[in-house]
C-alpha cells in the first residue's frame, strides 16, 4: 500500500481536529486516536519514539526536554508511524515494534521517515492555510507561532511548497 502523507494528515485533521484551531495538538489527537502519550527522558540523541509491544496499546515517548514545538512536530511524526503502521498491518495479526525520532529522520533517505516527516508537516501546517498565511505578507516568525511551529520547520515546508 503506497500512502499519501498529505491524505492521511488530512483525513485525521478534518475528522479529530480541524473545529479546535491553531496551533494544532497532536497529543490531544494521538490520545483521541487510542495512543498514550509520554514525556520521558529519552536518549540525546532521540526526540520521540512509537512504541508498540504484543498485547499493549501503542505509545508515543516525547524527550521531556524538548521545547513545545519541537515534541509537538515530534508527536505528529509519530502519529505519522502510527498512521503508516495501522494502515499497512493486518489488525489481526500482534505486531511489536519501536520507531525513534533521531538524526535519520532529517536526513530525507528514509521513505518512511520521509512519510513521517511530511505527514507531520501536513497535519501541523495544512497546505491551504500555510498558503493564505504566507500570501497575507505575515512574517515568518507570526506563521510559526500560529502554527505553534519552529521557524526552521516552517521554511521547510514553505520550500516543499515552493513559496520560499
Known sequence: MNLNP?????KIFETLWASQGFP????????????????TDLPASVSG??????????IIALH??????????TCAHELGHYVSRI???DESVEYEYVDLRGPSAANGTDPEEV?????????LMPEKIIRNL???????????????????ALKHRLKGLGLL
Open 6 to 10: 498529505k491524505i492521511e494528515a488530512s
Open 24 to 39: 494544532v495538538d497532536p497529543v490531544s489527537i494521538a490520545q483521541k486516536m487510542g495512543l498514550q502519550v509520554l514525556d
Open 49 to 58: 519514539a512509537l512504541i508498540k509491544e504484543a498485547g499493549k496499546d501503542p
Open 64 to 73: 521531556h526536554t524538548d521545547h513545545s514545538n519541537r515534541k509537538r512536530f
Open 87 to 89: 494502515e499497512s498491518n
Open 115 to 123: 512519510f513521517a516527516n511530511k505527514f507531520a508537516a501536513n497535519l
Open 134 to 152: 504566507s500570501k497575507s505578507g505575515k512574517s515568518h516568525f507570526d506563521i510559526a507561532m500560529f502554527f505553534g511551529v519552529s521557524t526552521e
